[in-house]
């Protein structure tokens, strides 16, 4: 893979070749710290680190309400930081665990981590997926 700065007015992108079918996909660097400026967005990246989750999985770990999580997984989704799975009904999402986003789990790991709101939130969904008595 490899990776190309573009300067653009005010935004920085990286531009990402892929081998298969020389693919351009374009992470802007601005956009995605401001993604991750908010609390909310930082406190649902930290949950789907630990594992794939449903809307109502975040919202009741985090005390959201529905549309509000799925605003900003909506966001997150855009930015390209995170993944959706449809299965049925229900849409199940991910971290985008790849090279140009591995910063993403630096950051979780390395400063998310240990503080008390988002080790709360690690119990709070803990509890839930505990007493969760079916699938989404």
């Given at each position: 893979?490899?990776?190309?700065?573009?300067?653009?007015?005010?935004?920085?992108?990286?531009?990402?070749?892929?081998?298969?079918?020389?693919?351009?996909?374009?992470?802007?660097?601005?956009?995605?710290?401001?993604?991750?400026?908010?609390?909310?967005?930082?406190?649902?990246?930290n949950l789907l680190y630990e594992r794939e989750l449903c809307v109502?999985?975040?919202?009741?770990?985090?005390?959201?309400?529905?549309?509000?999580a799925s605003r900003h997984l909506s966001y997150l989704k855009k930015?390209?930081?995170?993944?959706?799975?449809?299965?049925?009904?229900?849409?199940?999402?991910?971290?985008?665990?790849?090279?140009?986003?591995?910063?993403?789990?630096?950051?979780?790991?390395?400063?998310?981590?240990?503080?008390?709101?988002?080790?709360?939130?690690?119990?709070?969904?803990?509890?839930?997926?505990?007493?969760?008595?079916?699938?989404?």
């Amino acid at each position: 893979m490899q990776h190309e700065l573009v300067y653009s007015c005010n935004h920085i992108y990286i531009n990402i070749y892929m081998l298969i079918g020389r693919e351009v996909v374009t992470l802007d660097i601005v956009n995605v710290l401001k993604a991750l400026s908010d609390e909310t967005r930082l406190r649902i990246l930290n949950l789907l680190y630990e594992r794939e989750l449903c809307v109502c999985d975040i919202n009741e770990s985090l005390d959201i309400m529905q549309t509000k999580a799925s605003r900003h997984l909506s966001y997150l989704k855009k930015m390209g930081l995170i993944k959706g799975r449809k299965q049925a009904q229900w849409v199940y999402y991910s971290i985008i665990k790849e090279e140009d986003t591995s910063f993403i789990g630096d950051l979780i790991e390395k400063s998310l981590r240990n503080n008390p709101p988002y080790d709360n939130d690690l119990i709070q969904l803990a509890a839930w997926l505990g007493k969760k008595n079916m699938n989404c």
